[in-house]
């Protein structure tokens, strides 16, 4: 069968090094590998694992350069999107500048979206010269309900279930004993547990099997010469399947790895009589490759088997790589195994087990490093309500998963946490079956050693650009025109010349996002005469399938306690162009809006230029009058005791009810608005007594883009390009001033700043919810030396 990429060892498609017998020329591309081509990864810590339709989505990104997991430097540019449930728009994409490897962001999402698995895409310039590897790629499941179980997809138990087997090391050579792992996967892509037996072709039982974990297992099998072999599997229904084992070689060696004791990797090789007497004194190397370090040993194969001990106290936690090497310099055994050292940080929560409702608690973080010293670093921390928002600890993604396991092994990976969060020999036993049957290599050997190393085709970003050009009418290139690029808010200036092309730059910017500027043509000659087409800030990349699997969400929200809707306060998980309201303890669902229930439709470029909502609609809006933000229709009824006999007019955004004062939302936020009267404003009942203006927020195709131009007089363009995102701030109410509200979602606490100092501390303060129950605290962060760390803690709200 077919062996997965990093166990091809003996294939005929490897080649050996030009030089053919210097070990040092693999050892010096192996160095060049870890300086020259520094990889970046992504990791984003989310204030909670699953949202509700009008939640906004809090992040915190850390990007780490180089294998030794150290905040970036390199780039200082993050683009984050968020990606449609059917993989095929781009939602929302932020630019988030990188500070010191970190940075902060958020979605908000409309209260109209659709329940299902979306995704929170985030990635690096400098990233893509490694195509999407070390993208950071994330379901965010979006439930529509306020508890969900979140569970795996339903599991294939039939004979779709594709059964993979993998020798250690690459090599299942007769007559030595071979340690052979398995992997069972549905046509779901997550692991299914099946047991079976091995067979001769003489149909004799020669071993049994059975899934440790996730499908995954091991069995210990030896090879005789002239004989095949084949697995009879039982799969969880009860039906039998026949699958061939790879075929034995006649000679060759084993490689195994033995990573169970702390501090040092055991090493054996093992050669068939027939490869041992055919290459008996030759040299044979073993290059051992983790977290940038390189080291080897030579030794000549004088016996059949061969043993050693490695010390692996100054490797970092990760994964190591064990490749042997012939005399003449052909890869023939490789094998990866996960170091598990002290250099994950110690997070001590000092915190109480219990809290009575609405207390404001002061807890504190500790951070020591592995030699137990305190460690300066920076943090993250969420507070959620576990009865709420329950999550299976191992199911989740982690700074430690993520950064140390998932970008360094093949495929997805199930329950990724249970590697981490269970400390216990069957977790780490079965973190090293996963090596066997997913892991893999970020090169292969021969281009590593023959080919010249590829160009670098994305450099890092590290500032922003407004670019463009510069045309006649007709649409040819104007050239050598001076252009000058203005700040609204100071006045300050730049100026750049359009190349032969008519196109123009101007380089090294940075600024926040929805910033006003003048664009200005110098030459007072051609002003009437030439076009300026301002470029997006960044075009984005293309938006491609996922490859995680699709997550089961089950409402299991009893009927009893879904959220009912009033006359007047809230329209809940609306779909686009239906309203449900309740009537008599009956809910009826209308169509809403749209060009044949609104009076009137105002659309985003009737009011693009307006610098407040109130004033761009003024004069636009028939029968509204606004009174400082507010709208009024004209002729509306009194049913208040307001003075003036006038009703506001109901807000209701993306579905829900908003503010009176509709200069809260900025314009550029706003793709259409449309005005209800009378008839057509009577499904909201008394709450739309006095006229309902309803905004819908700009999400997809043009209205995620920031770019945007106004022609203010020829040669004169006002321009607000896509800046960098500002965070909003995650707001903690002072419970004990006023009530806690009963409907909040789940997320009590949202502080990204969280850094310790020289000793290690850190403090901050919580106000507990309301509602009693147990919740959940989760702190994960980095250091400045690379060490990561992650710590949850529980505690009791009464």
Not at 647 to 663: A, E, F
Request: proline residues 5%; charged residues 20%.
């Amino acid at each position: 069968m077919q062996l997965p990429l990093y166990a091809q060892v003996n294939s005929n498609t490897q080649v050996a090094p030009k030089s053919n017998a210097d070990i040092k020329d693999v050892v010096a591309r192996l160095q060049t590998l870890s300086t020259d081509k520094v990889i970046e990864k992504a990791y984003l810590h989310f204030d909670k694992s699953y949202y509700n339709p009008g939640d906004t989505i809090y992040f915190k990104a850390y990007v780490t350069a180089g294998e030794r997991h150290e905040l970036s430097k390199i780039s200082g540019v993050l683009h984050v999107d968020l990606i449609s449930k059917s993989d095929s728009v781009i939602m929302q994409s932020l630019i988030l500048q990188l500070t010191n490897g970190q940075a902060l962001g958020d979605f908000a999402l409309p209260a109209y979206v659709p329940k299902g698995n979306y995704r929170v895409r985030a990635y690096t310039q400098w990233m893509q010269n490694s195509g999407s590897k070390y993208f950071f790629d994330k379901n965010i499941p979006v439930t529509g309900t306020s508890i969900l179980k979140v569970t795996d997809a339903v599991k294939t138990t039939d004979k779709k279930i594709d059964v993979q087997f993998f020798p250690e090391g690459g090599s299942f050579v007769n007559a030595v004993p071979c340690k052979m792992a398995f992997k069972a996967l549905g046509s779901d892509g997550l692991g299914v547990n099946i047991k079976g037996i091995i067979v001769d072709n003489l149909n004799k039982e020669v071993a049994k099997f059975a899934s440790a974990h996730l499908g995954m297992g091991l069995f210990f099998v030896t090879a005789e010469d002239g004989k095949s072999y084949k697995a009879k599997i039982t799969y969880p229904n009860g039906s039998v399947n026949t699958i061939d084992l790879p075929k034995a070689d006649t000679k060759g060696m084993a490689l195994t790895i033995n990573n169970e004791k702390p501090g040092k990797l055991s090493i054996d090789i093992n050669a068939n009589k027939p490869y041992y007497l055919e290459n008996k004194n030759k040299e044979i190397t073993i290059v051992i490759y983790a977290s940038g370090i390189v080291k080897t040993v030579k030794t000549l194969l004088d016996n059949q088997v061969i043993g050693l001990d490695l010390p692996t106290n100054d490797f970092k936690t990760g994964v190591v790589q064990v490749t042997v090497f012939s005399q003449a310099g052909m890869p023939l055994n490789e094998r990866l195994a996960f170091i598990q050292n002290t250099d994950v940080l110690n997070l001590a929560v000092n915190a109480k087990p219990t809290y009575t409702a609405n207390e404001r608690a002061g807890i504190t973080l500790n951070a020591k490093g592995s030699d137990d010293k305190p460690s300066a670093g920076y943090f993250s921390v969420a507070v959620t309500d576990d009865n709420q928002l329950q999550m299976d600890d191992n199911a989740e993604r982690s700074i430690l998963s993520d950064l140390l396991l998932s970008t360094e092994v093949k495929g997805y990976i199930e329950q990724p946490n249970y590697y981490f969060s269970a400390a216990n020999a069957d977790a780490k036993a079965n973190l090293d079956i996963l090596m066997l049957t997913q892991g893999y290599r970020r090169f292969v050997w021969n281009e590593l050693l023959n080919e010249p190393a590829p160009a670098i085709t994305y450099n890092p970003e590290n500032d922003l650009q407004i670019s463009g050009v510069m045309t006649t009418k007709d649409g040819k290139p104007v050239a050598n025109e001076r252009l000058s690029l203005f700040l609204t808010s100071s006045g300050q200036s730049l100026t750049t010349t359009t190349n032969a092309d008519g196109k123009f730059v101007f380089r090294g910017l940075g600024f926040p996002d929805k910033t006003k500027f003048i664009l200005k043509t110098e030459n007072s000659a051609l002003k009437s005469k030439v076009k300026i087409t301002l470029h997006k800030t960044y075009s984005g990349l293309p938006v491609t399938a996922s490859t995680q699997p699709v997550i089961k969400l089950i409402d299991n929200l009893p009927e009893s306690t879904k959220p009912e809707v009033t006359n007047n306060v809230k329209i809940p998980q609306l779909k686009q162009g239906d309203v449900k309201v309740k009537d008599k303890n009956v809910y009826r669902t209308v169509s809403y809006a749209g060009a044949g229930n609104a009076d009137q439709v105002i659309n985003y470029n009737d009011f693009k230029n307006a610098v407040k909502l109130s004033d761009g609609l003024t004069g636009l809006a028939r029968g509204v009058t606004f009174a400082r933000g507010v709208p009024y229709l004209k002729n509306s009824l009194s049913f208040s005791d307001s003075k003036s006999g006038l009703v506001p007019m109901l807000i209701v955004v993306d579905g829900i009810i908003g503010v009176d004062n509709i200069d809260n939302y900025n314009p550029s936020d706003i793709e259409r608005i449309e005005i209800l009267k009378s008839a057509n404003a009577s499904i909201y009942g008394l709450g739309g007594g006095g006229g309902v203006m309803i905004l819908t927020t700009r999400m997809g195709g043009d209205g995620m883009e920031s770019n945007t131009s106004v022609e203010m007089a020829p040669g004169l363009l006002s321009i607000t390009p896509q800046g960098f995102y500002k965070a909003r701030n995650f707001y903690m109410p002072r419970y004990d001033v006023v009530a806690a509200p009963n409907n909040y979602t789940g997320t009590v606490l949202w502080n990204p700043n969280l850094n310790t100092d020289k000793d290690g501390n850190a403090t901050f303060n919580i106000v507990n919810a309301s509602k009693p129950g147990i919740y959940r605290m989760v702190i994960e962060g980095i250091d400045s030396n690379g060490n990561l760390g992650r710590s949850v803690y529980k505690y009791k709200v009464q």
